[in-house]
């Protein structure tokens, strides 16, 4: 596995913030599918044992999805984002299976899956613009400190425990 340079900008959640109200998650299947639909939705919120935990791909720098993929269908766009070309994808899910924090959705018209691409071309990803408790903040990571800047998927999983990475499911929606 090739590392590769860490994301620009990153989605940051702050679980203690989160009160579980799913806007972010109807913003993003808004801008993307023209419907709100939690289905739909590229983060998802996770009800925790203590609370509610969202979670968005963080393009981790050697980010084992793009090496797993059998129809080389991950790919990383120009933000540093990581995402799947629909075309190329077969829908295997081993993307989603080898993901640290079970981040790729299902997209419910294809069940190819679909990653956060941080709104590519927005000023701001939409979810973080929904969210009334402003538990998502989209941080360039330069302005952080160093070890979260090298790579935000490595840091948060550093951070979370493995009581709450336990109650992450692949199959969670």
Not at 29 to 58: E, N
Not at 145 to 169: C, D, F, H, T, V
Request: hydrophobic share 35%; aromatic share 6%; glycine share 6%.
């Amino acid at each position: 596995m090739k590392p590769r340079p860490a994301p620009h900008h990153a989605i940051l959640a702050d679980g203690s913030k989160c009160s579980g109200c799913h806007r972010c998650e109807l913003a993003c299947s808004l801008k993307f599918f023209g419907l709100f639909g939690l289905a739909c939705s590229r983060i998802r919120i996770h009800k925790l044992d203590d609370g509610y935990l969202p979670l968005v791909c963080l393009a981790c720098s050697q980010a084992p999805c793009l090496d797993v993929c059998p129809a080389n269908a991950r790919e990383v766009l120009p933000n540093q984002a990581v995402d799947t070309d629909g075309d190329k994808c077969i829908g295997c899910l081993a993307c989603l299976y080898i993901c640290p924090i079970s981040a790729p959705a299902i997209s419910p018209e294809t069940k190819k899956t679909m990653t956060c691409n941080l709104c590519a071309g927005e000023e701001e990803p939409w979810c973080v613009r929904a969210c009334p408790e402003k538990a998502l903040s989209y941080l360039p990571l330069e302005n952080t400190n160093r070890e979260l800047a090298a790579g935000p998927g490595e840091y948060w999983l550093r951070l979370l425990s493995p009581r709450k990475r336990a109650q992450i499911s692949p199959v969670s929606p």
